[in-house]
């Protein structure tokens, strides 16, 4: 069975700082790895995935995660923090291509000016 | 395309009283998902179908909720008794296998149910 575990429900930081969230996963195969961000009153929409090959991804809005497959991680960073990044972020792993997905509880992100 | 359509967007109703939940996923995408969003539980996902067959329902937490996919443009969720506890906001959200490997899946706006 595999699980995911986002450290930190809440997160707050300056605009123009460093974004870090960070995700942790249990998998008994190699896993699929997904980041989700949910603006307010919205659904989910994909930021970014990792499937196989590098480990490092991109996504959309200056997002990217690196797969650490030693470390079972996948935390997603993005370099200079805008407002509009005020969200709900969710991590999320699958085992399989068509799986379902498993969520993490979700890390709130807060933009200060 | 119009992405993954859910009705009505929020739904007040009385402890007891039926609700339904419609959805229409992406035209093209052969899984839907039907997952609930609460503060305390977070994102649980419900049932999920592919090709309009329940693959599983592990997650419906209790006989007084049912699922239907009798095409595979629409699939509602319905609650029968509802009871206080069921307020949350229902996610649709539809997939497809073809799509590669790490499928997306796409979700919908979500409908924000309250029974009082």
């Known amino acids: 069975a595999q699980s995911v575990t986002q450290l930190g429900s809440h997160v707050s930081v300056s605009e123009g700082a460093l974004v870090l969230l960070r995700c942790n996963y249990s998998?008994?195969?190699?896993?699929?790895l997904f980041w989700y961000v949910q603006y307010p009153n919205q659904g989910l929409q994909l930021l970014l995935k990792?499937?196989?090959?590098?480990?490092l991804v991109k996504g959309i809005n200056g997002f990217e995660a690196e797969f650490k497959k030693s470390e079972t991680s996948f935390h997603l960073t993005k370099p200079s923090a805008h407002m509009s990044d005020a969200a709900e972020y969710f991590c999320a792993v699958a085992p399989d291509s068509w799986g379902k997905l498993q969520f993490g509880a979700g890390t709130q992100v807060v933009v200060t000016p | 395309d119009a992405g993954v359509i859910q009705s009505p967007r929020h739904e007040v109703t009385e402890m007891g009283q039926e609700v339904t939940l419609r959805c229409k996923p992406i035209s093209g995408h052969d899984y839907l998902f039907w997952y609930r969003q609460t503060m305390m539980r977070g994102l649980e996902l419900l049932i999920y179908?592919?090709?309009?067959?329940?693959?599983?329902d592990s997650g419906m937490p209790e006989d007084r909720f049912s699922a239907k996919m009798p095409n595979a443009s629409f699939s509602t969720l319905k609650i029968q008794p509802s009871e206080p506890r069921d307020s949350a906001v229902y996610f649709c959200?539809?997939?497809?296998?073809?799509?590669?490997?790490?499928?997306?899946?796409?979700f919908g706006p979500g409908t924000r149910l309250t029974v009082l």
């Open positions: 998998s008994s195969v190699p896993p699929y």
């Open positions: 959200a539809s997939s497809w296998s073809s799509g590669g490997a790490g499928n997306e899946q796409f």
């Open positions: 990792y499937t196989t090959g590098a480990t």
């Open positions: 179908f592919n090709n309009n067959v329940p693959i599983d």
